[in-house]
């Protein structure tokens, strides 16, 4: 016997030949936003600050912002949760790539926002003619798998078909998403 399997239609396989795109040199750079700011701004922020205040008073401040940081409560959940966000972003990306959510010719969703909120991380995402909901949908326990994440939840925009969203629930939280992907499985 051949199999149960359903015959993959033409653009599947012409995913899985076809090499994703790497980006342009504009798309790197703001791929790496985040990071070639910190890169730049801080250490002029930090020359700044020595030349006006002194070695002394200096490392007073910044001893001072890094204590307020870590004793308060809110701004270090601020701190970690944006981190996770930007390494999402990243991981998205290689996950696009690794799982083919691209389009025949390799061209991969872009992240237009990620937006922490408590245990989830919404990314919103703007999908090239070729990949839609139900191409990311299929590959949503693998971009969970990449993302460190339980679940992933894959919603579409109302009025909108390229626009796609991820709601992104960590390990240990989201149980309910979980349970929801699962009602939505057997429907």
């Not at 239609?9 to 090499?19: N, T, W």
């Amino acid at each position: 016997m051949i199999g149960s399997r359903s015959p993959r239609p033409i653009s599947d396989l012409a995913r899985e030949l076809v090499q994703p795109k790497r980006p342009n040199l504009v798309m790197s750079l703001f791929h790496w936003r985040y990071e070639v700011v910190a890169a730049v701004l801080v250490p002029f922020a930090l020359v700044e600050l020595f030349l006006a205040c002194g070695v002394f008073w200096s490392l007073l401040i910044l001893a001072g912002l890094f204590n307020w940081v870590f004793y308060w409560r809110s701004a270090r959940r601020f701190v970690r949760l944006r981190l996770r966000a930007i390494v999402i972003q990243h991981r998205l990306r290689t996950a696009f790539a690794r799982a083919r959510v691209c389009t025949v010719d390799g061209r991969r969703p872009a992240i237009l926002w990620t937006r922490p909120r408590g245990d989830e991380i919404t990314v919103s995402l703007f999908c090239p003619a070729g990949v839609g909901f139900d191409l990311i949908h299929r590959q949503r326990r693998l971009l969970a798998a990449a993302c460190f994440a339980t679940t992933v939840h894959v919603g579409q925009h109302p009025r909108l078909a390229h626009l796609v969203t991820l709601s992104i629930y960590r390990a240990g939280a989201g149980l309910a998403a979980a349970a929801r992907e699962e009602a939505d499985d057997v429907r």
